[in-house]
């Protein structure tokens, strides 16, 4: 089977890359396991592997940061993330700037922006304040809010997986949920390289699907990238 996903052809008013997610209604985001990192516990720069349905890579992503940040601010580190097509091609840019993530800011709150292709914002994630469960607005290139994220009691689940879901401005419908997934003893223990899964409408726009790429990844950081 071929471990890549053929790009479609250009499609009018999607970004250019991003037209294969035109087609998809689930994602597999896989993190790398860095061995220095689970060895001696030195925070290294993020790795993701974005696949299909069907285990084929459809994206490359890797965090751009420096030793310090990484090292001093663990999970609260300002970062960018590249997303890269099977070409080389960065085709998302995902930027988080340094926030706080205690509850007592509500002034100082996590929020993302998302550019498709690079230097062009197509929506941002926002943190809205809840003194116990995670919740988000999901906005479009012109911040206005199009979708809400929610998640469980403090970002923790007693099920195996960990489900943020995905709702419409009203609350009343769920179109879909990002999932942190089981890894497996060992590897939940001693890395912190986690597994999500995205789920979709296969009609939802082009630069919404890139918009939840970015909130998996600010999920990860906010619940799951711990010291080990």
């Given at each position: 089977?071929?471990?890549?996903?053929?790009?479609?052809?250009?499609?009018?008013?999607?970004?250019?890359?991003?037209?294969?997610?035109?087609?998809?209604?689930?994602?597999l985001i896989k993190q790398k396991v860095e061995v220095v990192e689970a060895l001696v516990g030195f925070e290294s720069n993020?790795?993701?592997?974005?696949?299909?349905?069907?285990?084929?890579?459809?994206?490359?992503?890797?965090?751009?940061?420096?030793?310090?940040s990484r090292q001093c601010c663990g999970p609260l580190r300002p970062f960018t993330i590249h997303v890269l097509d099977n070409f080389g091609q960065e085709v998302i840019t995902v930027t988080r700037p340094l926030k706080c993530m205690s509850c007592f800011f509500p002034c100082c709150l996590q929020e993302l922006?998302?550019?498709?292709?690079?230097?062009n914002t197509v929506g941002y994630i926002a943190q809205q304040w809840h003194p116990f469960s995670p919740k988000f607005l999901v906005a479009?290139?012109?911040?206005?809010?199009?979708?809400?994220i929610h998640g469980p009691f403090c970002g923790w689940s007693c099920l195996p997986d960990v489900d943020f879901e995905i709702l419409t401005m009203d609350e009343v419908s769920k179109i879909g949920k990002i999932s942190k997934q089981w890894t497996g003893l060992l590897r939940e223990a001693f890395?912190?390289?986690?597994?999500?899964?995205?789920q979709f409408p296969i009609d939802l726009d082009v630069r919404m699907k890139a918009v939840m790429i970015g909130a998996c990844f600010l999920i990860?950081?906010?619940?799951?990238?711990?010291?080990n």
């Open positions: 089977m071929n471990m890549y996903a053929v790009p479609s052809p250009g499609i009018p008013g999607c970004p250019p890359g991003l037209e294969y997610l035109t087609q998809v209604e689930q994602l993020n790795k993701y592997e974005v696949r299909n349905s069907m285990g084929q890579n459809v994206f490359y992503a890797v965090e751009e940061n420096d030793c310090l922006e998302v550019q498709s292709p690079p230097g479009n290139e012109h911040n206005e809010p199009v979708l809400k890395t912190d390289a986690d597994n999500f899964g995205i990860d950081f906010m619940f799951f990238e711990t010291t």
